[in-house]
């Protein structure tokens, strides 16, 4: 027996969920913040920095790590102050802590899954950065963490005196290379700054890559005049064009222009998968013949022909399902098991047509 009612409903619930998938990552301001708490983010220049330093002695000197955050803070621009009393638009707290103190299960999903998020299970020395808005402490928390768990070990291997001054060294050390100003920036909206520092040319070309990244989580639409100029360097164009694929839908044009002309693989191939993304994002579906046109030219390399598969499953259409079925059973004929590049296109295109073809799976 066939249920019409399901038949159109599902595939609807499950293309907006997607929908709304593609579209969480990429938001400039989370949803928690009041109007009025975006007022003060949008206001932030003087900075209060509160370190606290814990070790097996108990507390200690914060004065090299507060001036490691102040110096930090003001290669973005912002302004600091070292005692509450001062005035100040927001407070970034460091807690570093020679044996992390246990906190509880972590929430997972979202933030907590990022690679500098707090870890429940690192029990080493570790410093967690947070920040309070308006005396509220806001649900924004990193950590940097030492390569070494046991801080007493690790100073009898290096030779060193002490093994809590040996910890807090370290640490210091991880703060001086993590990039928490440029995430505070983004976190805060302040788009400005990163594109100044951006533009800068004393800026490294791994730090503009970790700016380009944030931009284009931030939707920050008036970064695409930055973002073009950055196509133009190839260290950074595959950045670029990632973070294109986060803004609106007037980078469309530019991007089917690369995928079909630009002579670098990975720039075709790069500009698809971006292609998707504004798609999937917007629900615009203008996208979808660009990338059937070059879903279907023989000469396109297998490669871009991946991404333009990804792509064309981020937004589910009708006109696609034909072309990747042909597409598909033309990969079926070729056996060749050990080439991963083959592997990874038919994985595309299966993945592709099971979005596209909603209609035979809940029939």
Not at 119 to 125: A, Q
Not at 180 to 206: I, K, M, N, V, Y
């Amino acid at each position: 027996m066939r249920y019409p009612f399901r038949m159109v409903v599902v595939p609807i619930l499950l293309s907006t969920f997607a929908l709304s998938l593609l579209a969480s990552p990429g938001l400039a301001y989370r949803e928690y913040f009041t109007p009025e708490q975006r007022t003060q983010l949008e206001k932030i220049q003087t900075v209060f920095v509160d370190v606290l330093i814990l070790t097996d002695k108990g507390t200690t000197d914060s004065t090299p790590l507060i001036d490691t955050a102040v110096r930090r803070l003001a290669e973005v621009g912002y302004s600091t102050v070292r005692q509450a009393g001062q005035p100040h638009d927001v407070v970034v707290r460091v807690k570093c802590e020679q044996r992390k103190t246990w906190e509880g299960t972590a929430v997972t999903g979202g933030d907590a899954d990022l690679p500098d998020a707090p870890s429940r299970l690192w029990k080493g020395p570790a410093c967690q950065l947070s920040y309070l808005l308006g005396g509220m402490k806001i649900k924004w928390q990193k950590e940097v963490r030492t390569d070494f768990e046991d801080a007493v070990a690790a100073a009898l291997t290096a030779q060193a005196p002490d093994a809590a001054q040996y910890a807090i060294t370290k640490l210091q050390e991880a703060l001086e290379k993590y990039e928490f100003p440029l995430l505070l920036a983004a976190e805060w909206g302040h788009s400005d700054r990163l594109l100044r520092l951006l533009d800068s040319p004393d800026t490294s070309q791994a730090r503009k890559l970790k700016i380009i990244s944030l931009l284009g989580d931030m939707q920050a639409d008036e970064a695409m005049p930055k973002l073009k100029e950055a196509l133009k360097d190839r260290d950074l164009a595959r950045q670029a064009l990632a973070a294109i694929g986060n803004l609106g839908r007037d980078g469309i044009p530019l991007l089917v222009e690369l995928m079909n002309s630009s002579p670098q693989l990975e720039v075709q191939a790069a500009a698809a998968k971006s292609l998707g993304q504004i798609g999937g994002l917007h629900g615009d579906a203008s996208v979808v013949l660009p990338l059937l046109t070059k879903l279907q030219d023989l000469k396109t390399d297998w490669t871009v022909l991946t991404e333009v598969a990804w792509a064309l499953g981020k937004i589910p259409d009708k006109r696609s399902i034909q072309p990747l079925y042909d597409l598909d059973k033309k990969l079926q004929a070729i056996r060749d098991p050990d080439n991963m590049t083959l592997k990874k296109l038919k994985e595309a295109v299966f993945w592709a047509i099971k979005q596209c073809d909603t209609w035979d799976q809940y029939s």
